[in-house]
């Protein structure tokens, strides 16, 4: 099937630089023993601050890397800061790691942003990674996984469908199956086979992941010879893009709590 062209919805023109009271943002990754995430995770923070001039950017992480997000937030002046979770779904992360590590900072005003899925932009860079993946040579698959981390928390599984719902329009009705590397189903080797025995042929392996690490690896590695794996979504302009717009989201709802800034358009 020919994939169609979609264009992502408008979040507005470019801002201008952040005026000098802004909010901090709080880049927030889970970590990983493997030392290509924080290069990956640098990179997108790189991408963040080159769209957003004058905004300060920071990083932390939950766990596995430095520097942990305790830490950040404990080195921070008294100030105001938003806390973005480089995550794609809602989890425990998102719904108690955040809002625990803001109550142990107490001389900040912190505020938690949503989780960065689902969103069209996710799509969008999804949608780059995987052409970037199969190349001209190869051509558009015919149905892709969708391979995520994986959570007990029933929302992240919904999230991940509402991904793969977003993928498959962006491909033009490709089918797109979600797919996990822990505490859900299916497994990545069972997508693959349940779309061959669907009778698929040219499968792609879409990795919904920000940054290189344990899952990511595993998966790509589960989807079996013949099934290319594109790589995590890392610095892509879409990406970074959607990290600030949920950092505006953020702040414009707790208002007054924090520095009042103009709404993004």
């Not at 950017?57 to 430095?66: D, K, P, R, T």
């Not at 290189?212 to 794996?229: D, L, S």
């Not at 990406?239 to 103009?262: G, K």
Request: include cysteine; charged fraction near 20%.
């Amino acid at each position: 099937m020919t994939a169609t062209t979609h264009r992502t919805p408008s979040l507005g023109p470019p801002r201008p630089d952040a005026p000098t009271d802004a909010p901090t943002l709080v880049a927030v990754a889970h970590g990983s023993r493997d030392p290509r995430a924080l290069t990956t995770v640098q990179a997108l923070l790189a991408e963040i601050r080159a769209q957003r001039p004058g905004l300060r950017v920071e990083l932390g992480h939950i766990e596995l890397a430095a520097p942990l997000l305790g830490d950040t937030l404990a080195a921070h002046a008294p100030g105001d800061v938003v806390l973005v979770p480089l995550l794609l779904g809602r989890g425990h992360h998102v719904g108690h790691d955040l809002p625990r590590a803001a109550d142990a900072a107490p001389h900040l005003r912190s505020v938690p942003a949503a989780a960065l899925g689902p969103h069209p932009l996710l799509a969008e860079a999804l949608h780059a990674r995987l052409t970037e993946a199969r190349g001209r040579r190869h051509g558009p698959p015919d149905a892709v996984v969708l391979a995520a981390a994986g959570s007990r928390d029933p929302r992240s599984a919904a999230d991940a469908e509402h991904t793969a719902a977003l993928l498959s329009r962006r491909l033009g009705g490709t089918p797109v199956r979600p797919a996990y590397a822990t505490a859900a189903t299916p497994t990545v080797p069972r997508a693959v086979a349940a779309l061959r025995a669907a009778g698929h042929r040219r499968i792609a392996l879409a990795s919904y992941f920000t940054a290189p690490g344990h899952f990511a690896t595993r998966c790509a590695r589960a989807a079996g010879p013949g099934v290319p794996a594109a790589p995590p979504l890392g610095a892509h302009p879409a990406l970074a893009r959607l990290v600030l717009h949920r950092y505006d989201e953020a702040r414009v709802r707790a208002r007054p709590a924090l520095s009042a800034l103009p709404a993004a358009a």
